[in-house]
């Protein structure tokens, strides 16, 4: 007789086949009213689909990452049933799961406005509270497109057009309304609950191809339950609120162009951040035996041929032909270069691991609607390191890199760290010999640090695997910053070589690191996580001096000169304005200090204190306050 084996082992006997439904019942009725999909032998499938084998089967719920993907796929199909209720006509075209959420879009002559969302909204909760039975059907495909043609449903006719001959054409049908898809989905509409919203409408092109038609994109979030919409609702009001691009124009520190874009233009605040974030990461790496090196933004084409980039990755390069037909790109990254440093002069096992760091500026080719202020650009410095290593090393070399990462990360306020491990992508170089070595000493590392981890399939580098460091801001949102990747290929196609203990020359290990990605990025993400509330020692404007009356000016700018010379990062305010009205004006650039000075702060020797976000004033001695602020300006390299 075979058996059904649960995901804690358990098994159960069936002599016929048993459908999900049936199969939930048998194991307990709290599961049964929480069960939504379920996974057989790791393919999921509707609870409806009848089990004929032995099988390993687990039961999804909302708890479950494939459980939410689910309820948000039944969303997108309950929007475009809602849509055409409403505005009959409409065509539907495609409706996937993004990240927190769906989105569908639609052919629709007239444009969706907001309070047609409200209309859609209350619409889908309806359809919920109908609680419509949700079917699956396997159509012939002529049949299909002659169906969904018939209903002026040409978009989907075309999609169903371009399947595969040998793939099936699946409908799913909730209540009288179909839709072409692969599901799996929710037993019926009332499964879904009302935990969702529809956040805005955008334009899209028909398959993302800007020769063809425009559509009408809504955007919607969904959830398992009120209580994570309303957090998620709550992270996206925050969300706005610290956007780097609103604080970045308010505390004056960079703007961008069409003349140029995706490139920055940092203005002298917004340069002196970045300039004290390479300090601080200087003074690490150097603390860690790094080396700082700098390497050419443009070689020849052949180098990039060499190493594989070409092939790989040219669609993203930006290339140049000189007088003499000879071809350079703008580097992308900066990897390449660094195996030239390595070549020069032998190398022995005794200078492994070398460990080469670079603040290399880069280039790549991003489509302009994918450009986002710091977070998404197409120049830009990467903090990156390269390690050259022998096999048995790189496990030590992971640990090690991965204990800087996650020091680093703490200085600068973030403590909740994820990895992600990623394998070998379809499109990569080398030997699959060569990629089982790295795959294997990257994952035991991994193992060893004892961190939380997920493993991504196929998302590796295409010259070798990697861990990616995800952390999480003040307001929940995660964000991948460093990488780690093992190379066994790259040295090898450049020439990396190193003489061993026993007099022969072998390939170098290359651990490719950084630890912020892009600098210009990891900026912005840290004005959105502090709300542009930087810690002191990274603020761009420190202090604000500024006195009361004229007759103050000589002590203020006294207390300025001792300032500045112990490099702190401030300035005088001797404007003719009234001090509540410079107050408010630099707390809006977000300026830690701002120190005023009266007669009375004279006579005494003091200066009046006023703290970012703080509505109480200090009165604190002179000497006291420039040893205060000496202290909290120190780079935390501990």
């Known amino acids: 007789m075979p058996n059904i084996v649960l995901l804690d082992g358990k098994k159960i006997p069936f002599d016929k086949s048993i459908s999900g439904f049936e199969l939930v019942k048998k194991i307990s009725?709290?599961?049964?009213?929480?069960a939504l999909i379920m996974s057989v032998d790791g393919e999921l499938k509707d609870l409806s689909y009848e089990i004929q084998k032995e099988s390993k089967i687990k039961i999804i719920t909302s708890k479950d990452k494939e459980g939410l993907e689910v309820i948000r796929h039944d969303a997108a199909h309950i929007l475009a049933m809602a849509v055409q209720e409403l505005y009959p006509g409409t065509q539907v075209t495609i409706g996937p799961v993004i990240e927190n959420g769906f989105y569908y879009d639609f052919a629709r002559k007239e444009p969706f406005t907001d309070e047609d969302l409200k209309k859609i909204e209350k619409k889908m909760e309806e359809i919920v509270d109908r609680n419509e039975k949700t079917s699956r059907h396997v159509w012939k495909r002529s049949d299909a497109i002659k169906h969904f043609k018939k209903i002026g449903e040409n978009y989907k006719a075309e999609i169903i057009e371009s399947i595969p001959e040998k793939e099936e054409v699946s409908i799913y049908s909730h209540g009288n309304w179909s839709d072409l898809c692969r599901g799996p989905h929710l037993?019926?509409?009332?499964?879904?609950?009302?935990?969702?919203?529809?956040?805005?409408?955008?334009?899209?092109?028909?398959?993302?191809?800007?020769?063809?038609?425009?559509?009408?994109?809504?955007?919607?979030?969904?959830?398992?339950?009120?209580?994570?919409?309303?957090?998620?609702?709550?992270?996206?009001?925050?969300?706005?609120?610290?956007?780097?691009?609103?604080?970045?124009?308010?505390?004056?520190?960079?703007?961008?162009?069409?003349?140029?874009?995706?490139?920055?233009?940092?203005?002298?605040?917004?340069?002196?951040?970045?300039?004290?974030?390479?300090?601080?990461?200087?003074?690490?790496?150097?603390?860690?035996?790094?080396?700082e090196i700098n390497t050419p933004e443009l070689l020849d084409r052949s180098l990039w041929e060499k190493s594989g980039h070409w092939e790989k990755f040219s669609e993203h390069m930006y290339t140049s032909e000189t007088p003499d037909e000879k071809v350079f790109a703008i580097k992308p990254m900066n990897c390449p270069g660094c195996v030239q440093v390595f070549n020069q002069g032998l190398k022995?096992?005794?200078?492994?691991?070398?460990?080469?760091?670079?603040?290399?500026?880069?280039?790549?080719?991003?489509?302009?609607?994918?450009?986002?202020?710091?977070?998404?650009v197409r120049a830009f410095t990467q903090d990156d390191a390269h390690i050259f290593c022998t096999e048995d090393q790189i496990t030590e070399e992971t640990l090690t890199v991965t204990n800087l990462i996650l020091n680093i990360y703490?200085?600068?306020?973030?403590?909740?760290?994820?990895?992600?491990?990623?394998?070998?992508?379809?499109?990569?170089?080398?030997?699959?010999?060569?990629?089982?070595?790295?795959?294997?000493?990257?994952?035991?590392?991994?193992?060893?640090?004892?961190?939380?981890?997920?493993?991504?399939?196929?998302?590796?580098?295409f010259y070798?695997?990697?861990?990616?460091?995800?952390?999480?801001?003040?307001?929940?949102?995660?964000?991948?910053?460093?990488t780690l990747q093992v190379d066994l290929n790259l040295p090898g196609r450049l020439g990396a070589t190193y003489v061993d203990k026993?007099?022969?020359?072998?390939?170098?290990?290359?651990?490719?690191?950084?630890?912020?990605?892009?600098?210009?990025?990891?900026?912005?993400?840290?004005?959105?996580?502090?709300?542009?509330?930087?810690?002191?020692?990274?603020?761009?404007?420190?202090?604000?001096?500024m006195p009361i009356a004229e007759e103050n000016n000589e002590y203020v700018k006294k207390l300025f000169e001792d300032l500045f010379k112990e490099g702190i990062k401030c300035e005088?305010?001797?404007?003719?304005?009234?001090?509540?009205?410079?107050?408010?004006?630099?707390?809006?650039?977000?300026?830690?200090?701002?120190?005023?000075?009266?007669?009375?702060?004279?006579?005494?020797?003091?200066?009046?204190?006023?703290?970012?976000?703080?509505?109480?004033?200090?009165v604190i001695k002179r000497d006291q306050?420039?040893?205060?602020?000496?202290?909290?300006?120190?780079?935390p390299l501990n």
């Open 625 to 635: 306050i420039i040893k205060d602020i000496l202290a909290a300006n120190k780079l």
């Open 464 to 482: 070798g695997p990697k861990i990616e460091f995800v952390l999480r801001d003040a307001i929940g949102r995660d964000w991948q910053c460093g």
């Open 187 to 291: 037993a019926s509409t009332g499964k879904i609950g009302k935990a969702f919203k529809l956040l805005k409408v955008s334009g899209a092109y028909w398959r993302g191809d800007s020769d063809n038609e425009m559509l009408q994109r809504i955007y919607g979030t969904c959830w398992a339950n009120k209580k994570e919409l309303e957090d998620y609702l709550h992270r996206l009001e925050e969300a706005e609120k610290r956007d780097h691009r609103k604080l970045g124009k308010e505390m004056d520190l960079f703007h961008f162009r069409e003349e140029s874009p995706g490139a920055v233009f940092w203005h002298e605040k917004g340069w002196s951040l970045f300039q004290r974030l390479i300090e601080y990461m200087r003074m690490k790496q150097r603390l860690a035996g790094y080396k």
């Open 348 to 376: 022995s096992y005794r200078d492994l691991p070398l460990k080469l760091s670079e603040f290399g500026k880069v280039h790549r080719y991003e489509p302009s609607g994918a450009l986002h202020g710091l977070l998404r």
């Open 502 to 545: 026993d007099g022969t020359k072998k390939v170098p290990v290359m651990l490719h690191r950084a630890l912020f990605g892009s600098l210009e990025r990891f900026i912005g993400i840290l004005i959105e996580n502090y709300a542009g509330k930087l810690p002191f020692w990274l603020s761009p404007n420190q202090v604000v001096i």
């Open 410 to 461: 703490k200085a600068l306020g973030f403590e909740n760290i994820i990895l992600k491990y990623s394998d070998r992508p379809e499109k990569r170089v080398g030997d699959d010999k060569i990629w089982d070595k790295s795959e294997k000493a990257l994952l035991s590392a991994i193992k060893l640090s004892k961190l939380e981890y997920s493993i991504n399939k196929g998302e590796g580098a």
């Open 29 to 34: 009725k709290s599961l049964e009213k929480d």
């Open 572 to 618: 005088v305010d001797l404007r003719n304005q009234k001090i509540n009205y410079k107050i408010r004006e630099h707390s809006l650039a977000k300026v830690p200090l701002i120190l005023v000075c009266g007669k009375k702060e004279v006579s005494d020797n003091t200066v009046t204190v006023r703290r970012l976000g703080s509505e109480k004033q200090e």
